[in-house]
């Protein structure tokens, strides 16, 4: 995978605003930009001027000047691709901007495909593959955790710690594989047990970092939060009150909601992926009872449930079925309708389910800030520093530290069994080479094209 030809595309969002950036790299990006850059100051050429200098001038095209424009001119190997980088600041319209990148292919570049840009800073060594998906997790962040997870491992946080462990264990690998080959001046007596203490805080470190993999899911993705009650609870009107706004229909008629409804609403710098859903009852509607059924499946998958109890009505057997559904799960009850009469207390709705509960009145939007807390408090457990800590967001990174992981205890397997020196080698190896797909180190072309086809376009 090695490049060299020059590649331009939109670096901004293609829309109406008030910049808009071209980004052209590869090593003929300066000369691409002088074929279409006229500098303000006459005879002033491009090629001559030094890195990190911004230039004024024109865009033209043949005798037409298509826009006025800032130049930035930015010299490999110290640009954001290690390349020579040109980046043309213009007027954010779509049409100007899209006239500027057709001319930057007419004058020798060729158009960037997705996420390339960021591939040959990779490719080229600047950044390892663990920052280049930071990349795209900055980018698609969804609250303000996320976004410090994914700083924090652009800035080489998860590459520290990969590197780390891989050192420990080239030094083991290479203490036996001398050990071997030289056995009249490096001994090997005792070292089974000395190798034994060295891989177990190896060990503790991996299971920890895959320990954090469930929570660190939950900040990038977003709590999967299922409102789960029976009919006429106030479910939907306590999804409106969480959302701001008149999203779902809120009527007295029992069963409204057949359907699930889906929005995503930020709280207390958490994501939620909020779940309206069917009242759960018993019913021979055809249509409800698959809403029914699908609100279960629904609150089988979900990271949170919001139990929404009315409590102007006794408990009966629908709620004694939903009860039976959450127990054991992340829940927070809430007894409803609190602006009524009450015919359900707070005391026997605790008593009947086990847990705290939380009095709250959708209709006059009483009770929200105490639940926003509780969810916060469940969520994020004291103070979350992304500076020294590595929480796993990234499927492959996990799979990557099982498969080490594994590797490690089939070392110890070997240990006790009093294998030879040799199978410690051969599986120290396996979960050195698995951590080195973290970095992307012998990875294969089809993953690295994979990975970074999933970014936007120009970056």
Sequence with gaps: MVYTDTIAAIATALSSSGIGIIRISGSDAVAVAERMFEPAVAGKRLSEQKTYTIHYGYIRDGEERIDEVLLLLMRGPHSYTAEDTVEIDCHGGVLVMKRILELAVKCGARLAEPGEFTKRAFLNGRIDLSQAEAVIDVIQSKNEYALQSSVSQLSGSMSRKVRELRE???????????????????????????????????????????????????????????????????????????????????????????????????????????????????????????????????ADEA???????????????????????????????????????????EEALREACGQEVIPVSAKEQQGIDRLEEKIQTMFLQGNLNFNDQVMLTNVRHKTAMEQAL?????????????????????????????????????????????????????K
């Design 168 to 298: 420990k264990l080239i030094y083991e690998i290479a203490f036996i594989e001398s050990a071997l080959d030289d056995p009249e001046h490096i001994s090997l007596d005792g070292y089974p047990e000395r190798l034994r203490e060295t891989l177990q805080p190896i060990e503790m470190e991996l299971e920890a970092s895959i320990g954090t993999f469930d929570n660190g899911r939950i900040m990038t993705e977003g709590i999967k939060t299922v409102i789960l009650g029976k009919p006429n609870a106030g479910k939907s009107s306590l999804m409106n009150v969480l959302l701001g706004e008149e999203r779902a229909i809120v009527t007295e008629i029992a069963g409204t909601t057949r359907d699930t409804l889906e929005e995503n609403i930020r709280l207390r710098g958490l994501s939620l992926n909020l779940i309206d859903t069917a009242g759960i009852r018993e019913t021979e509607d055809i249509v409800e009872k698959i809403g029914v059924e699908r609100a279960r499946k629904i």
């Design 303 to 345: 990271d949170l449930i919001l139990y929404v109890v009315d409590g102007s009505r006794e408990l009966d057997e629908n709620d004694r079925q939903i009860l039976d559904l959450i127990r054991g799960r992340k829940v927070i009850v809430l007894l409803n309708k609190t602006d009524l009469e009450p015919v359900l207390t």
């Design 406 to 458: 594994k590797s490690l205890r089939l070392v110890e397997t070997s240990i006790d069994n009093a294998m030879p020196e040799d199978f410690f080698s051969i599986d120290l190896m396996d979960a050195y080479e698995h951590l080195g797909t973290i970095l992307g180190e012998s990875l294969e072309e089809d993953l690295v094209n994979e990975i970074f086809s999933h970014f936007c376009m120009g």
